[in-house]
């Protein structure tokens, strides 16, 4: 069993930043794949970022590529999001996942374990 709690979400203008973190609990951390998901209202749940046990293999949505970055420390059983230049578009509720599968990480549905959520708006 694994328990996300995600924080640092807020109000920013376009163009500035703001980093997610989630912490979890539990000893296997490290095992685990975690992701970033992203919902709007009126949406469905999308991927954002994902990133393997070590922080080597990380995955991004077209739509964030080289604007956010995901990283985790595995002492501090904690992972982040990095999210720089921001739009309008990435305004949602942004949530944390964890997984023990290692394929298609990039689907909700391969995720166990979810935070509570954090929103995110972004003022244009």
């Known amino acids: 069993q694994v328990q996300l709690v995600e924080s640092g979400g807020g109000l920013v203008q376009a163009g500035g930043s703001l980093r997610l973190s989630c912490a979890a609990s539990?000893?296997?951390?490290?095992?685990?794949?975690m992701g970033w998901f992203r919902q709007a209202p009126g949406k469905e749940r999308d991927f954002v970022a994902a990133?393997?046990?070590?922080?080597?293999?990380?995955y991004y949505a077209d739509s964030v590529k080289g604007r956010f970055t995901i990283s985790r420390d595995n002492a501090k059983n904690t992972v982040y999001l990095q999210m720089n230049s921001l739009k309008a578009d990435d305004t949602a509720v942004y949530y944390c996942?964890?997984?023990?599968?290692?394929?298609?990480?990039?689907?909700?549905?391969?995720?166990?374990?979810w935070g509570q959520g954090t929103q995110v708006t972004v003022s244009s």
């Open positions: 990133v393997r046990w070590r922080g080597t293999m990380t």
């Open positions: 996942a964890a997984t023990l599968r290692t394929d298609w990480v990039t689907l909700y549905y391969q995720y166990d374990y």
């Open positions: 539990g000893r296997t951390f490290s095992r685990y794949v």
